[in-house]
C-alpha cells in the first residue's frame, strides 16, 4: 500500500475488554481488512488499538468496536470508544497483540 492512501487511527476501548479474548478477536478483524498495527492493552483497564491502512478498512474495523456495534463473537463488552487519527508511521508491519 501506498503511504498516500495510507493513515493511521489510534482507538480506546473501554469496557470488559482485557482478559477475555478482544485483542485476538481484534487483531483477526484488522488481518481480514489488510490492516497493520496493533492491539495492547493498557493499565488503566482500557485496550489501545493502532490500524494503519486505508482509510474505508479502518473505519470498517473502528465501527466494529463501537460500543453499539455486536458483530458475531465480539468477546468482552464495550462502552466506550475514542479516535485520533494520525499520520501513516512506514514502520509498522503486521498486526500484533502486545
Known sequence: MSEQSST???AFVRGNVQGVGFRWWTRARALELGLVGYARNLRDGRVEVCAQGG????????????????????PGRVVG??????AAR?????????
Open 55 to 74: 482509510e474505508e478498512q479502518i473505519e470498517v474495523l473502528l465501527s466494529m468496536l463501537e460500543p453499539d456495534a455486536e458483530p458475531a463473537g465480539r
Open 81 to 86: 470508544l475514542v479516535r485520533q487519527w494520525h
Open 90 to 98: 512506514p514502520e509498522l508491519s503486521g498486526f500484533r497483540e502486545r
Open 8 to 10: 493511521r487511527a489510534l
